[in-house]
Each structure stands twice: as structure tokens, then as C-alpha cells.
């Protein structure tokens, strides 16, 4: 039981956040917000044998300025090709999954998007309040029970 439990809390937690289809036409592009905090993104897409298609994690000034037609940075990107996979942490808040089609035909693309939540590093504060005193209640227990136990082999 303890081992199965183990085994559990050493993956993190994945979600599945998307998984479409999207119809891109020739030399242009689409986005999809995520709306999380702070996780590591997997983006796996593929489409036709010849397509020209990438995906590329954006924050929300830098589609901003990509609309505009001004320089823009990439949190990541996969290479141009039919299919790619893209794993990127994302710390930003706004944070878009960008879908670029390259080729000068429409090109349709299966998207999915996992977000897999970060491990927790250090317990709360009450966790840590916890956890002191139900060790403490523990240990005294113990203590006890051997003095108890003690006590009793020393009076006979």
C-alpha cells in the first residue's frame, strides 16, 4: 500500500488541456491561451506528410507585438515539420500556444496540450506545524509506553 502510494506521488500531476483539431490556412496562424500560472507544457502536434507547421509558447506582450508585425521572443518552439513535441516550464500568467502554418496550402492540425503541475519543494507553514506535533505526539506516546512497560519490569 505504502509503495503504490510512493509510486503516485512521484509523477506529477498531468492534465490534458486540450486535444483538437485546427484548420490553419496557407502562411498563417491561430492561438490558444492557457491560463495557468506556473507548469511545464507539452505540446504535441501533427498534420499532413508535407505540411510546414510549428508550434510556438508565447506570453500574452509578445502575441501582442506579433500582431503588431514588430520583433518578438519565444518562451519555445518546435522546428518547422509535419509533427513536433515541445516541452517548455512556463512561468507566465498569460502564457498562448501559438499554431504557424509555414506552407503556402492549408494545413490541418491534431493539437494536444498537457500541463503538468510543478512539485511542491517545501511543506506550508501549517503542514510544517503539523507535522512537528504529530511527531512530538508520537514520540511522547512512545516514551510513555516504554516507561510504562519500565516501570512495571522494575517494581517485580
Known amino acids: 500500500m505504502i509503495t503504490v502510494l510512493l509510486?503516485?506521488?512521484?509523477?506529477?500531476?498531468?492534465?490534458?488541456?486540450?486535444?483538437?483539431n485546427f484548420?490553419?490556412?496557407?502562411?498563417?496562424?491561430?492561438?490558444?491561451?492557457?491560463?495557468?500560472?506556473?507548469?511545464?507544457?507539452s505540446c504535441d502536434f501533427q498534420s499532413g506528410?508535407?505540411?510546414?507547421?510549428?508550434?510556438?509558447?508565447?506570453?500574452?506582450?509578445?502575441?501582442?507585438?506579433?500582431?503588431a508585425g514588430r520583433d518578438y521572443e519565444e518562451i519555445g518552439a518546435t522546428p518547422v515539420g509535419p509533427r513536433g513535441i515541445l516541452r517548455v516550464a512556463v512561468h507566465e500568467p498569460d502564457a498562448y500556444v501559438l499554431i504557424?502554418?509555414?506552407?503556402?496550402?492549408?494545413?490541418?492540425?491534431?493539437?494536444?496540450?498537457?500541463?503538468?503541475?510543478?512539485?511542491?519543494?517545501?511543506?506550508s507553514r501549517g503542514r510544517q506545524l503539523a507535522v512537528i506535533v504529530i511527531s512530538f505526539g508520537v514520540f511522547f506516546a512512545i516514551v510513555s509506553f516504554s516507561a510504562r512497560k519500565l516501570l512495571k519490569a522494575i517494581r517485580k
Do not use: C, M
Open 23 to 41: 484548420e490553419i490556412p496557407a502562411n498563417d496562424w491561430r492561438y490558444v491561451p492557457l491560463n495557468r500560472e506556473s507548469a511545464l507544457v
Open 49 to 67: 506528410p508535407d505540411a510546414r507547421v510549428r508550434v510556438a509558447l508565447l506570453t500574452r506582450g509578445e502575441l501582442d507585438a506579433r500582431r
Open 100 to 123: 504557424e502554418n509555414r506552407a503556402p496550402q492549408p494545413a490541418k492540425v491534431h493539437l494536444r496540450v498537457f500541463l503538468e503541475e510543478p512539485q511542491v519543494r517545501y511543506l
Open 7 to 20: 509510486f503516485l506521488l512521484a509523477f506529477p500531476a498531468r492534465v490534458e488541456l486540450l486535444n483538437e
